[in-house]
Structures are given as structure tokens and as C-alpha cells.
């Protein structure tokens, strides 16, 4: 997996903030994939990371698969919580304290 960073710098101040994320297809992606609620994505397309993901309801219970154990509106957010984590590894390996107020 690596990542790309493009940082620029507006004259008011603001900060425009471009990440791309490559994970090679593996166990990795497929983690990636589940938690962004994608079910097959090409290389190189770009993805919005949505608000939030619904939650499969399904449940295993001694190998069986239990149909109907979550709502089937249950959903968890993402979108919050990608971002105060790109917020907090910013801050962490650069110094940076960053608001994410949108994404394109």
C-alpha cells in the first residue's frame, strides 16, 4: 500500500488536499473495500468516501449464516471517521492540525 499526498496552499489561507490511496489487490483491499461499502471497483478509478456504509444483516453462528440479525437499515458512518483519522495522522507525522470541512 502506499499513499500520495498533494497539499496546496491558497493565498486566503486555506488548503486544498488531494490523497490517493493504492492498496495492490489483496486481503488488504478487500478489508478497504468492505469497510468503504464497495463491491468492485476498477484500477485506478477514484471513489468518494461515503457518508455511510449499511451494514450487511447477516450474522454466523456455528458456521450458519443467520439472516435478519441486524436492521436492515443499520449503518455505520464513515466519511466522520476517515476524516479524524487523516486529521489525527496529520497532526501526528507532520505537525499539522487540519479541518476537513469537504471533500470533492
Known amino acids: 500500500m502506499y499513499s ?3 497539499i496546496v496552499v491558497l493565498r486566503d489561507g486555506a ?3 488531494s490523497i490517493a490511496i493504492v492498496v495492490p489487490d489483496s486481503p488488504l483491499a478487500d478489508i478497504y473495500r468492505r469497510t468503504l461499502g464497495v463491491s468492485e ?3 485506478v478509478e477514484e471513489m468518494q468516501i461515503p457518508y455511510e456504509v449499511k451494514l450487511k444483516p447477516k450474522l454466523k453462528l456455528d458456521g450458519e449464516v443467520l439472516d435478519g440479525s441486524i436492521s436492515s437499515d443499520a449503518a455505520i458512518t ?4 476517515f476524516y479524524e483519522a487523516i486529521s489525527r495522522d496529520f497532526e501526528c507525522s507532520l505537525g499539522l492540525k ?5 471533500s470533492k
Not at 464513515?78 to 471517521?81: A, F, I, T
Not at 487540519?98 to 469537504?102: A, Q, R, V
Open 15 to 17: 488548503v486544498n488536499l
Open 41 to 43: 471497483v476498477n484500477t
Open 98 to 102: 487540519i479541518n476537513i470541512i469537504d
Open 4 to 6: 500520495n499526498v498533494e
Open 78 to 81: 464513515v466519511r466522520k471517521d
